[in-house]
Every structure is written in C-alpha cells, then in structure tokens.
C-alpha cells in the first residue's frame, strides 16, 4: 500500500501534466501544504534571527541535503566526499539520522572505522551500506545529529565530519552546505508537502553554499539561482557482486533470465540503468523505499522469479539480504556518482571547511 501511495504522490508532485482525479487531489492537499510553509517559514527566521540556536562543533562539518523528497543521490555523494577527503590523508567520520533502523541510543555506532557493530536492520539500509564502502571511516546514526556529533567529538580522532541528509537539520552549525537537485525535475509541481515534493521552498536555497545537479552533465545552471554549481550523472558499476561478495562482469549475466528488484525511491531509473549494461530483465519488481524484507516479500520473490536464472537488486537492497534468502544466485549492482567538475568542486569545500577552522 505504501508503494501505492508513494507512486501516486510522485505522479501529483512532478511537473509533468496530471489526470483529473490527480489535479482534484492536489487542490484538497494545498491548504495543507500552505500551513507547513508557513510553519517552516516561522522555524527558519527563528534560526536567521538567533532566536533557535545550532551547536558550533569543533570540527569541520560538511552537510549532503536536498529541498525534494526522494532520490537525489545524496548517500553516493557522502561516498565521494568521504573518498575525496581520504585522498587528501584527511579522515572523515559519516553522520546519518538511520531511516528505518530500530536502534534506540541517542547515537549508535555503525561501525568505528576496524568493524561494523550493527545490521541493517538496527541502523538502516544507508548507514550500513557507506560503512561497508568505507571501512576505515567512522559511521554514526542519531535521529538528532547533534547527539551524533558529540559523540563523534569524544570517541573518535577525525578531521572532518560528514552529515548524511541534513540540510533541514539547523540545529547544527556547519561549514558547507551541498544541497542537491535532480536536474530532470528539480522543484516538481512548485508546492512543498504534503501537496508536492518539496521539503522547504526553494527560497531556502539560499542558505546553501553550492548546489550539485545530479542526473545532469550540461554545463547550464538553474535560473535564478546565483550559486557555485556543479553537475554530475549516476553510473551503474559494470561489474555484478554477490551475496557472498565475490565480484564479476556483469557480462556473465548475458544469456541470463533477469529477475530484477529494488525498493529505492525512484525504482524506475534503477531498471532504466540496466539497459545500459546490456541487462534486459525478464520481469521488474518495484518495492518501497527502505522495504523490509520480510518472509512474506521474500516468498513473493521467489514466486514471481520462477523460470528465471538469477535474481538482480540494487547494493541499497543487498545490505538487507543474505545467501540463504533465495533458492536463485542474486546479484547487485553498485550505483556511483561522476561529477563532471568533481576537482573544483573539492577545492572550494577545502577552501571554506580550513580557512574558518
């Protein structure tokens, strides 16, 4: 049901031309939408004024965010950061709210940078799977990022941090703000929650320090916006994992009847990628965003994969999984972010987070 509803909601919110039914059900949602704009309004000239105050840390902090609910590629960008900053012999530690997880600390630990000290299903999907890619790298959860940056501050020798989804977070001071826009539809119908995709108007904008356009690699930057922006593109990895981490080509699928799933916030591009692996799956099962997999999902898998040679998921979805779920060999694919002026982009977030520290 809540796929349903999330696929309806993507519909009315996007800017492309509704039905009837869609276009009535966005006029009943607007009242509703104009009370949380109003409220969010009132918390922001709360924090411009000095009136709610954000905790200053003592080291520098980079924020990933975006103004639009789903996928705008936020978790492979903390990636890239995390691998950018290594690059420099600088050592990052990862702070995620952990959607989903079922941990009840003020702060958890992912994993201290030797070994991971949760599963998916106590931290969340994300968390886990920027552990796994990083594992020299510190990785925290707190539904209140300020907890997690304290206890980054007492237990962890870091230069940096990195928050994972938390531009709307301004209880905590930071030193850059990336905020990210999906460049096919960046702002949707224009109108914030419930009514649209939104999460804050996009005046809000202009607390960001650049903006980073993902599924884009034109060098055009949005009217009206006079920030430094820069422009990036998904990749799918042509190599396949699986379960039990051995790696290959993803040639070896060829030939293969393709059973492919995914509960991402826009399944859809996840299937369309595949083309151009030369992958093109008998049958797509489109899941919920963060789905738990429960008995009752894995058996409606298995059923719907019947006559199929192998099972293909997203890495998102793999941190879930294991082996013995699954009578079929299952694989995933790693998604990655090339940004076209990735170097510039680094320079000015060192500029900023080591002039003011």
């Known amino acids: 049901m809540n796929g349903v509803f999330s696929r309806l909601h993507q519909q009315m919110s996007s800017s492309a031309p509704r039905p009837l039914g869609l276009k009535l059900l966005l006029l009943l949602l607007l009242p509703l939408s104009w009370c949380y704009s109003f409220a969010l309004q009132l918390r922001n000239r709360a924090f411009d004024r000095k009136l709610l105050s954000s905790y200053p840390s003592s080291l520098p902090i980079v924020s990933v965010g975006n103004i639009a609910v789903g996928g705008t590629g936020k978790t492979p960008t903390v990636d890239w950061l995390v691998k950018g900053f290594a690059g420099q012999g600088k050592r990052a530690a990862i702070i995620s709210r952990g959607y989903g997880g079922s941990y009840r600390e003020a702060a958890a630990v992912v994993s201290d940078g ?54 709307q977070h301004r209880r905590l001071a930071r030193d850059f703000d990336l905020v990210l826009l999906d460049a096919t539809d960046p702002f949707g119908n224009g109108w914030t929650l419930p009514a649209g995709k939104l999460r804050e ?54 030939n293969k009847k393709v059973y492919a799933f995914a509960g991402l916030a826009d399944n859809q591009r996840f299937f369309e990628g595949l083309s151009s692996l030369g992958i093109v799956p008998v049958r797509n099962r489109s899941l919920p965003d963060h789905v738990a997999y429960v008995p009752e999902v894995l058996r409606s898998i298995a059923t719907e994969a019947a006559g199929c040679d192998v099972l293909l998921t997203t890495e998102k979805d793999a941190v879930k999984l294991s082996d013995n779920m699954f009578e079929l060999p299952c694989y995933y694919v790693c998604l990655h972010l090339d940004i076209v002026e990735g170097g510039e982009l680094m320079q000015l977030i060192n500029r900023r987070l080591w002039r003011q520290k």
Do not use: W
């Not at 990083?134 to 959860?141: L, S, T």
């Not at 042509?238 to 981490?245: A, F, I, K, R």
């Open 114 to 167: 030797c070994q991971m000290t949760m599963t998916a299903d106590q931290c969340g999907d994300e968390p886990l799977l920027l552990a796994r890619r990083n594992p020299g790298c510190p990785v925290v959860v707190a539904r209140r990022r300020t907890e997690g940056v304290r206890y980054v501050e007492d237990h962890f020798d870091v230069d940096v941090i990195v928050l994972d989804d938390a531009f």
């Open 201 to 254: 108007r996009k005046s809000a904008l202009n607390r960001a320090d650049a903006l980073l356009l993902t599924r884009s690699t034109e060098k055009a930057d949005l009217p009206n916006l006079r920030l430094p922006t820069f422009h990036s593109r998904h990749c799918l990895s042509s190599m396949v994992t699986d379960l039990e981490g051995t790696t290959c080509d993803v040639n070896k699928l060829n």
